[in-house]
């Protein structure tokens, strides 16, 4: 079992910043991968980004490459999400998630508002 916490989230003013953390714990040995999703009202869940311990390789959307930058920590305990020019449509909750050994664990989620 892997428990994920995430933080950081709040209101930020149009072209702020932000910078989400996800705190991971348990039995994070095998987690393979973490990423970030988001989820505005009314629409589906989508991938914002991945870093990958396997590979030390990282992915993003491209509605947020150049802005957004995902890193993690060497002990596969916590991800971060380094948010950069935000715009009112990047509001959403913003969802950490992690895979270890064929499970997915998702965490509770904290929300992120930019107003214009």
């Known amino acids: 079992q892997v428990q994920l916490v995430e933080s950081g989230g709040g209101l930020v003013q149009a072209g702020g910043s932000l910078r989400l953390s996800c705190a991971a714990s348990g039995r994070t040995f095998n987690i393979v991968h973490m990423d970030w999703f988001r989820q505005a009202p009314g629409k589906e869940r989508q991938f914002v980004a991945r870093?990958?311990?396997?590979?030390?390789?990282?992915s993003h959307a491209d509605s947020v490459k150049d802005r957004f930058t995902i890193s993690g920590d060497n002990a596969k305990t916590a991800v971060y999400l380094q948010m950069n020019s935000l715009k009112p449509e990047d509001t959403a909750i913003y969802y950490c998630?992690?895979?270890?050994?064929?499970?997915?664990?998702w965490g509770q989620g904290t929300q992120v508002t930019v107003s214009s």
């Open positions: 870093f990958n311990w396997d590979i030390r390789g990282t």
């Open positions: 998630a992690a895979s270890s050994l064929g499970n997915v664990y």
